[in-house]
């Protein structure tokens, strides 16, 4: 039941979060940059601006889609980034180019994180597995002194470690692409204030949406945690 408890408090806030980001995304993207450059300008611009001649940049479908692959060095824009000419979608490229720049300076954080990825992914297999466990058993084998239970336990407790740790690792990953982004574009007089308010705004809340993460990660790990050390107590 705590379990039950603490995922729908999360999917809760998360949700809200998501309503807020794209709210904002919209929102932002009726502020049309003077300059009349589209996100995949913008990139082109930040990328060059820091000596980058090594990543491409291609679009993706979807809607908040847009991402960085260090794996094959692309920064891939949503169709909405990469054609519109607005502080949203300046400030969703300039982001993801941020990633890049990490890359090519080889910053520790995003390194970390890329080698956490194959753990993360068997931790996410595992816990699914879980999910459905505790769903029809969860009852008898975690509260019960069963010793499948407790094997099981410290299995869900070490994939939780990795999941949380990614999850923390990719704060000050996502919150210095963000820092990146802004300053470049401040800086380089790519945008008006207005416009800069505006793409701030969104990375602000588009930053949000891993802090959830983490906090639900985090509560994921205490949860299971605590149940372990309930099952040695009796």
């Not at 930053?207 to 099952?231: E, P, Q």
Request: with cysteine; net charge neutral.
């Amino acid at each position: 039941m705590g379990y039950l408890i603490i995922g729908f408090v999360i999917m809760l806030v998360s949700m809200w979060v998501s309503n807020r980001l794209k709210n904002k995304f919209k929102f932002y993207s009726q502020v049309q940059l003077q300059n009349h450059m589209s996100g995949a300008e913008i990139a082109a611009k930040m990328l060059a601006d820091h000596g980058i001649t090594d990543v491409k940049i291609t679009h993706v479908q979807g809607e908040l889609t847009d991402h960085y692959n260090p794996v094959n060095k692309t920064v891939n824009l949503s169709e909405v980034v990469y054609h519109e000419r607005n502080a949203a979608a300046a400030a969703v490229a300039a982001h993801e180019c941020g990633h890049a720049v990490q890359h090519a300076e080889a910053y520790a954080m995003l390194g970390l994180r890329s080698k956490l990825v194959p753990m993360v992914n068997v931790s996410a297999t595992i816990m699914n597995f879980a999910n459905m466990i505790m769903l029809f058993a969860g009852g008898y084998l975690f509260y019960n002194n069963n010793p499948i239970g407790t094997t099981i336990l410290l299995v869900l407790i070490v994939a939780n470690v990795f999941l949380t740790l990614f999850a923390m690792i990719t704060l000050p990953v996502e919150f210095d692409a963000s820092n990146r982004a802004l300053a470049w574009m401040k800086n380089n007089n790519v945008v008006t204030s207005r416009e800069y308010d505006g793409a701030k705004d969104s990375l602000k809340w588009a930053a949000m949406t891993y802090v959830v993460a983490a906090m639900g990660a985090l509560a994921n790990l205490m949860y299971f945690i605590s149940i372990f050390l309930g099952r040695r107590d009796d």
